[in-house]
């Protein structure tokens, strides 16, 4: 045995070994350069010069709906489409009664100020009875995903459509089809023909990380305010609240995340946010005893979103957003800050 070991420990340092070692190690740094070379070099007037024209190629004399959030991935979306078949785009904004304080309203302002045909759904109602008595994560997802493709095939339909175009982006792919969750806006990646909702979908963006969306929005002349705007998902809020999606505990976050990217605007983060808990708390409000509800803060830093750091913020800026929620959402009796990164932990709650 230490025959064996020693001989093997000689012929390791031996100089025909390490010249061989040697050797390797540069064939190995020669292939990550050219890998990381061809990866890292994104050429945005080409990727969209190239866009254009497979868009083009695709819809031919059809016509196309995009479905716009407001958010940097479905607004370059729309845009790229937009300036591809200009008149036959029309951009839909679907309230689903789970967007941010003034969002609607600053989706559909934007969009008209890019000269793009739009459509305001108010489809709230809609959307909460179909969360009705559903607690389950990947319940909710999937009831959001039905209900939102349903409403978005009616428009479809109606406007004699044939293409839905959407903002997936390479991290939604990559993680649905890991399984770590279903993303509301990766249909086929899940083995979901999208045909049966009476449409084909258009991805323009789904080979980019988010980094790159923001290239190409900022190449297209997007204002700031959407280019670089925080990541927001698809099923919004619905995904803050933990349990059951109501009207009344959606206002609850809806004010929380108003208050954290208040408070957080100057911390050049990734992501912030406030989440709701599905159980109860014992507080004071008043000089009584309640048993209220318990909001968790997270702030993360992250460049993808495949993986994120819990950012290390102030004590003081802590406290200022915990004062405030529990000061002005008078049900909140006790407010968390959450230290974890991703992984273990996704950056949203479900
Ligand atoms: P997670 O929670 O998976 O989130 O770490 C990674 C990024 O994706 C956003 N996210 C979504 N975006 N549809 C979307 O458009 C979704 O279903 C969805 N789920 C998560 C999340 O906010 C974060 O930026």
Not at 112 to 140: C, H, P, Q, V
Not at 182 to 211: A, D, M, T
Not at 229 to 256: C, H, N, Q, W, Y
Not at 286 to 295: A, K, L, T
């Amino acid at each position: 045995m230490l025959f064996i070991y020693n001989f093997s420990d000689f012929f390791q340092r031996s100089p025909l070994m390490t010249k061989l070692k040697r050797g390797k190690k540069l064939r190995l740094a020669l292939k990550n350069l050219r890998f990381w070379g061809k990866v890292q070099v994104f050429d945005v007037k080409k990727f969209i010069e190239n866009s254009l024209i497979e868009i083009q190629k695709i819809v031919g004399d059809q016509k196309v709906i995009s479905a716009c959030s407001g958010g940097v991935d479905s607004t370059t979306t729309t845009a790229l489409v937009h300036k591809a078949v200009d008149d036959k785009l029309v951009a839909v904004f679907i309230d689903d009664g789970l967007r941010r304080e003034g969002e609607p309203e600053f989706v559909v302002k934007t969009l008209k100020s890019m000269n793009i045909r739009t459509k305001y759904i108010d489809a709230k109602d809609e959307f909460f009875a179909t969360f009705k008595g559903k607690t389950d994560a990947e319940e909710k997802r999937k009831a959001f995903r039905d209900k939102f493709y349903k409403t978005l095939g009616k428009a479809a339909e109606e406007e004699q459509i044939g293409f839905i175009a959407q903002g997936t982006i390479k991290a939604d792919v990559i993680e649905t089809v890991k399984g770590i969750k279903s993303q509301h806006n990766v249909l086929e990646q899940i083995g979901i023909n999208p045909e049966i909702y009476g449409y084909r979908i258009l991805e323009p963006l789904k080979e980019l990380f988010k980094p790159d969306v923001r290239k190409v929005a900022r190449e297209l002349g997007l204002s700031e305010e959407i280019s670089e705007r925080m990541p927001f998902p698809g099923p919004a809020l619905s995904l803050r609240v933990l349990g059951e999606v109501t009207p009344d505990r959606v206002a609850i976050v809806r004010k929380a995340t108003e208050i954290v990217e208040e408070e957080t605007k100057n911390l050049n983060t990734f992501q912030n946010f406030a989440v709701l808990h599905n159980d109860k708390a014992t507080g004071i409000k008043n000089g009584e005893r309640v048993y209220g509800n318990i909001m968790t803060v997270r702030i993360v830093d992250s460049t993808d979103a495949v993986t994120a750091k819990a950012r290390q913020v102030s004590y003081n800026v802590l406290r200022h957003i915990s004062e405030r929620i529990t000061e002005e959402i008078p049900s909140v009796v006790r407010c968390l800050y959450d230290l974890t990164d991703k992984p273990p932990s996704t950056i949203e709650f479900e």
